[in-house]
């Protein structure tokens, strides 16, 4: 509501909550003329667009409810919770002619935005492995994994900075506290030239992480997102073999080591860009960068990891159709939950 307040050319004029708690919570200012618990009543009221911002099994039939009032939708990650629900609202949106956008806010981070021009201007070199972090103490959520409620942020990263989706993926967890749903997952994801990424989310974690190191064969750059203003460092570190110093036939290993740069990043909210991203999307119709379309790669690829976590943590190949362009069909695959269906 902060951000959406300050932009020009929106106004708030309506907020549905079913918690009063919630609600006494807010700063009066930012409230706005129709505040009620009835989204029905909350969807009859004088507005355009609706933003989502609710618990992750609840994201798809709210938002489908609003397409189907004719509203454009923006709605939390992650985008819906199976490829079906996805595809639904992708087809609603498409239907009533609507702008339809997920928050993957991170795409719209100077530090990402700079990360995707580092990676596809090739100034790493090769890209020999990528791994993240993203940990915490909590917040356990009653109805998804931390599969569902932290990996969307990195798998939208990924797709993102790389350009490109995972052929294949597995991942693996435990369930200490709830035992029907993991509080920690390691993901492996393997792209179409080999490159390996892997994502450790957890609840458990006594301190806050959210790291990326994309590790290159000329150089290796490390986003830490909660490194006040040193967020992105480019480390200026490779390991070449000397043909010239070999000795009985095996090469000896040049390590390189020169200065560690880090760049000037823009003082810009994420936050901000995205709500102006949809807001400027509404006006154009232009599609946004994280169109339902994108929403829906993140969906397929937690379906088919999840699918791993609960089986043992195989390794599942991603058949074509998880690749999918923007007017292709929607094949659903079958994805076993433990203990959620």
């Excluded at 992708?90 to 002619?97: D, L, S, T, V």
Aim: a negative charge.
């Amino acid at each position: 509501m902060r951000v959406f307040n300050e932009l020009p050319g929106a106004e708030v004029v309506a907020l549905c909550d079913a918690s009063e708690e919630n609600i006494a919570k807010q700063p009066k200012g930012f409230l706005p003329p129709v505040v009620t618990g009835d989204y029905e009543e909350f969807l009859g009221s004088n507005i355009d667009a609706v933003v989502i911002a609710t618990p992750a099994r609840t994201h798809y039939p709210l938002a489908l409810k609003a397409l189907h009032k004719g509203k454009h939708v923006l709605t939390e990650k992650p985008f819906a919770t199976s490829s079906a629900e996805a595809a639904e609202l992708i087809r609603a949106a498409e239907k009533g002619g609507l702008t339809l956008m997920v928050g993957h806010t991170y795409v719209y981070h100077p530090a990402v935005e700079f990360l995707r021009e580092l990676i596809q201007t090739e100034q790493l070199g090769p890209l020999y492995y990528i791994h993240t972090a993203r940990l915490n103490f909590g917040l356990l959520q009653p109805d998804v994994d931390v599969l569902w409620d932290l990996a969307p942020h990195d798998l939208s990263i990924l797709l993102y900075t790389l350009g490109e989706e995972p052929i294949a993926g597995g991942a693996r967890g435990t369930a200490h506290v709830n035992p029907s749903l993991y509080e920690i997952a390691h993901v492996d994801l393997e792209f179409l030239n080999g490159l390996l990424a892997h994502i450790y989310v957890s609840w458990l974690e006594p301190i806050k992480v959210r790291r990326f190191v994309f590790v290159g064969g000329d150089r290796t750059v490390v986003y830490d997102d909660v490194a006040d203003g040193e967020m992105i460092r480019v480390y200026n570190k490779g390991i070449k073999l000397d043909a010239a110093a070999a000795s009985n036939g095996k090469f000896a290993p040049q390590y390189l080591q020169e200065d560690i740069n880090i760049p000037f990043l823009p003082s810009r909210e994420p936050l901000r860009t995205e709500a102006a991203h949809f807001l400027d999307c509404i006006r154009s119709g232009k599609r946004p960068l994280s169109d339902g379309w994108e929403g829906l790669k993140v969906v397929r690829i937690l379906e088919a990891v999840e699918k791993s976590l609960y089986n043992g943590g195989s390794m599942e190949l991603f058949s074509p159709e998880l690749r999918i362009g923007h007017d292709e069909e929607v094949p659903v695959p079958t994805v076993q939950r433990r203990g959620r269906l």
